[in-house]
């Protein structure tokens, strides 16, 4: 690979997972009570997707990397404040829903349009990475969604490891069931990666890379006009947080023998 | 009104069968068809469908479609993709219901796209209201429970395992319509070139085990004597999982620790994550301990039945009104007298088995 990569990130963001999650009805369907106050973070799974996309892109001379960002343009600006200063990227947002109520279907279909839309891209040293489920709809489709759009056919979801062979080639391993990674090789670009952990630690803010970056993500904000997503024929007919309180027997007073002694015989029933 | 369900699966790892949530799926696609009076299809897909389509012959199915043959044995997009958008089409089923194995998670979605139809994944539950099909399924990450329906077809839903009863009859004679998918030189870009095992020394995730043990920071952090004991924490817990056969969950702040360069235990893989953005796993029971948090975590165990936990924090978020009962004691002590018990416990069953013969 002479040319490097061109890797373009899907990932949007989520409410902070400390939240506390309220459904509320609107005419549109169901969404979150306060979501707009809600403090929000990039998508845990689309965060370690960027941060495998800077890694490699930084080992393969020439590559560069898009995060395309569908959501709230107030949202997608106040978690690039953190997002921009760990690693490189080039900022695309699309200011439309990123709840998690929204259909699949439709995200892949804007998601599309704008990889489509960004006229840097060369289609044959195209990456697409992104996480292989969100933590709002938590679907694991929209991924595949795309890359049919894009007519990639070399699709991996539950990515842990991407490695370059000496050929150009890649290696892959993918989630499968029983904590075990199935393991492929697939002859190179274009190909689309929905990740999972990856293995790399989250990047050290970097005020230099930050400064870089905002030199984008600013004005590509101000660029970014309303996308509608269409509700694609989804319609719900209710959305509730679990109820079930448990009533949690509290036993302070038993040694550590009686305690173990408890367990195994549950454990054994 | 629906007038034909498909119900599409592939073999098993070994072959001869078909994965065990399969069956539970079989199971919610007859009785969907008997509530709608319409029509099944069987489609399989895998190297050699024989054996698996005569688990299921006796379900009653108008017809059972496959593709097979080398080129679909293994779990890779674009063959499996091909495969059952074949089936698909054959079938012409407006419902089309599969388990959510991670080689169909990895396909499915895509299938939708290419018959213009929609796709629902992690699905918990199908009921027929009014004679609408409506299907549940979590968003955000277990916290809230969605009901809905949809307008589009054909509608693939992949479901969970462990929400329904699986089907069991008795091997027949299958009588199979072999669909010929020839794939393009793209569809074979990639090769699967096998399994590998995580790092860990033991295997520690055991999907089909009766008990989630989860294990929380807590077992890496300073003991009584002011000092970790993360060696003996290995060994307690390693101990535990062997002789109990249970499944190995670590909190998030257990799994990360390994990139904040504190001690760790050497087994625990961002793969043993469960929670708000680890794995919610179905085990009919569970057991934590050393467990803190709040809601992120408790999503962890949010499909176990039965649930305990041992903690030294008598107020502890993870275990006040989500556990049945909470022991508050040390763990280390009170693991370490458990895998005494249940390993004198396995030696006289053991030792029954064999005075037997």
């Given amino acids: 690979m002479t040319n490097g990569y061109h890797i373009v990130v899907c990932g949007s963001v989520v409410p902070d997972p400390l939240q506390t999650l309220e459904p509320v009805a609107t005419p549109n369907g169901p969404a979150l009570k306060n979501e707009m106050m809600l403090p929000a973070v990039l998508d845990p799974w689309a965060a370690h997707a960027l941060y495998e996309a800077a890694d490699l892109a930084s080992k393969v001379a020439g590559s560069k990397v898009w995060l395309v960002s569908v959501g709230p343009k107030a949202k997608l600006q106040q978690v690039m404040m953190t997002i921009a200063q760990r690693v490189n990227f080039e900022f695309v947002p699309v200011d439309s829903s990123a709840s998690g109520f929204a259909d699949a279907h439709s995200t892949a279909a804007l998601l599309a349009e704008t990889i489509q839309g960004i006229a840097e891209l060369d289609p044959w040293r195209l990456l697409v990475f992104g996480g292989w489920e969100s933590?709002?709809?938590?679907?694991?489709?929209?991924?595949?969604?795309?890359?049919?759009?894009?007519?990639?056919?070399?699709?991996?979801?539950?990515?842990?490891?991407?490695?370059?062979?000496?050929?150009g080639s890649f290696e892959v391993l993918e989630r499968i069931e029983g904590g075990r990674h199935q393991v492929s090789v697939c002859q190179g670009a274009p190909a689309l990666f929905g990740w999972a952990t990856g293995n790399l630690p989250e990047p050290r803010n970097n005020p230099q890379v930050g400064m870089a970056n905002m030199r984008t993500v600013m004005p590509a904000l101000l660029r970014a006009k309303p996308a509608p997503l269409p509700t694609g024929g989804w319609h719900f007919l209710s959305a509730s947080p679990p109820k079930q309180q448990r009533q949690t027997r509290v036993v302070k007073d038993l040694s550590p023998d009686q305690i173990a002694q408890e367990i195994a015989e549950w454990v054994g029933k | 009104m629906s007038k034909s369900i498909l119900f599409l699966a592939h073999v098993s790892d070994a072959g001869n069968t078909l994965p065990k949530t399969s069956y539970e799926v079989l199971g919610t696609a007859l009785k969907l068809t008997k509530q709608f009076g319409a029509?099944?299809?069987?489609?399989?897909?895998?190297?050699?469908?024989?054996?698996?389509?005569?688990?299921?012959?006796?379900?009653?199915a108008d017809r059972i479609l496959a593709v097979s043959g080398p080129d679909f044995a293994t779990a890779r997009y674009a063959s499996d993709a091909a495969a059952a958008e074949a089936i698909c089409r054959s079938a012409g089923a407006e419902l089309i219901l599969a388990p959510a194995t991670s080689r169909f998670m990895r396909s499915l979605a895509g299938v939708a796209h290419r018959l213009n139809g929609?796709?629902?994944?992690?699905?918990?539950?199908?009921?027929?209201?009014?004679?609408?099909?409506?299907?549940?399924?979590?968003?955000?990450?277990?916290?809230?429970?969605?009901?809905?329906?949809?307008?589009?077809?054909?509608?693939?839903?992949?479901?969970?395992?462990?929400?329904?009863?699986?089907?069991?009859?008795?091997?027949?004679?299958?009588?199979?319509?072999?669909?010929?998918?020839?794939l393009p030189k793209a569809a074979t870009r990639t090769v699967v070139t096998g399994v590998r095992a995580p790092k860990s020394d033991a295997q520690t995730i055991r999907p089909d085990a009766n008990l989630l043990f989860v294990a929380g920071a807590g077992w890496t952090k300073k003991q009584a004597d002011g000092k970790p004991h993360v060696d003996v924490a290995e060994k307690l817990i390693l101990d535990f999982l062997r002789v109990s056969g249970a499944s190995l969950g670590g909190s998030k702040s257990l799994v990360d620790q390994s990139g904040e360069s504190e001690a760790v235990l050497g087994f625990m893989t961002h793969l043993n994550q469960v929670g708000q953005t680890g794995s919610t796993p179905r085990h009919a029971k569970g057991l934590s301990t050393c467990c803190h948090g709040e809601e992120p975590h408790v999503v962890g165990w949010r499909f176990i039945n039965e649930r305990r936990a041992v903690n030294l924090d008598p107020n502890c978020g993870w275990a006040r009104g989500k556990a049945d009962v909470l022991y508050i004691a040390d763990a280390f002590e009170v693991v370490a007298k458990l895998n005494a018990l249940l390993a004198e416990k396995s030696r006289i069953s053991s030792e029954a088995v064999v005075s037997q013969d």
């Fill in chain 1, 135 to 167: 933590a709002s709809r938590g679907a694991g489709a929209t991924m595949q969604l795309l890359g049919e759009r894009l007519e990639i056919l070399d699709q991996f979801q539950g990515v842990d490891q991407l490695r370059v062979l000496a050929d």
């Fill in chain 2, 118 to 182: 929609c796709v629902d994944t992690h699905v918990t539950t199908l009921e027929a209201v009014n004679g609408e099909l409506c299907a549940t399924r979590w968003h955000y990450r277990q916290r809230i429970e969605g009901v809905f329906r949809r307008s589009a077809r054909p509608w693939i839903m992949l479901l969970e395992s462990g929400c329904e009863a699986a089907w069991t009859g008795q091997p027949a004679a299958a009588k199979i319509e072999e669909i010929p998918v020839t």
């Fill in chain 2, 39 to 60: 029509r099944l299809t069987i489609g399989l897909i895998g190297a050699d469908v024989t054996a698996a389509a005569e688990t299921i012959a006796a379900a009653g």
